[in-house]
């Protein structure tokens, strides 16, 4: 690392900013997104909207987290990482991106399973999917899957 020629204080604080922003911007769509459906599914809502796509942001935060994490460490001690941490960052690296990829399955088939037992049903009129991002919308009534005009009037949207 001493050989490396060291970047502007500029591009640090930019570099450092774009990960913080990144990786909050991730947090909170998994937050909003999971506090969304679980309320929704708790009141009894007419519409209960899951996006799957943002669970996918749980699994993102966290890589995102390591990185900015280790940057800041790097920066600031100005040394490598020692072999300990190495092998404790790999771990967590491989154990997000399992994450990444699991926890939107898991989590779909588990709001899935509380829906239907609320008496909920998957409306695919109102459902929609580009690549990896899927909102998937359970309703309560089929007159609600028909015309979610209904939804819209009585949310105020």
Same mark, same amino acid.
């Given at each position: ?14 570099? +450092?900013? +774009?990960?913080? %922003?990144?990786? %909050?911007? &991730?947090?909170?769509? +998994? %937050? ?6 679980? #309320?929704? @599914?708790?009141? *009894? ?7 799957? !796509? ?6 993102? !935060? ?5 990185? =900015? ?9 100005? $040394? ?9 960052? $790999?771990? %967590?690296?491989? @154990?997000? $991106? ?9 989590? #779909? ?6 829906? =239907?037992?609320?008496?909920? +049903?998957?409306?695919?009129?109102? &459902? ?25 009037? &009585?949310? *105020?949207?």
């Amino acid at each position: 690392m001493k050989d490396i020629d060291n970047a502007s204080i500029m591009t640090r604080i930019a570099s +450092f900013l +774009f990960f913080v %922003i990144l990786t %909050i911007a &991730s947090f909170w769509w +998994f %937050i909003a997104s999971g506090y969304g459906t679980l #309320h929704s @599914l708790s009141y *009894g809502n007419e519409v209960v909207y899951f996006s799957k !796509g943002a669970m996918y942001s749980l699994g993102t !935060g966290i890589v995102l987290l390591l990185l =900015t994490l280790l940057g800041v460490y790097q920066n600031v001690k100005k $040394t490598d990482l020692s072999k300990a941490q190495t092998k404790l960052a $790999t771990k %967590i690296f491989v @154990l997000s $991106t399992v994450v990444i990829f699991v926890f939107p399955v898991v989590a #779909h088939l588990s709001v899935n399973t509380i829906a =239907t037992r609320n008496g909920y +049903f998957e409306c695919k009129e109102m &459902s929609y999917q580009w690549l990896l991002y899927k909102k998937i919308v359970y309703v309560n009534s089929q007159a609600v899957c028909i015309n979610p005009e209904i939804t819209k009037s &009585s949310s *105020g949207r």
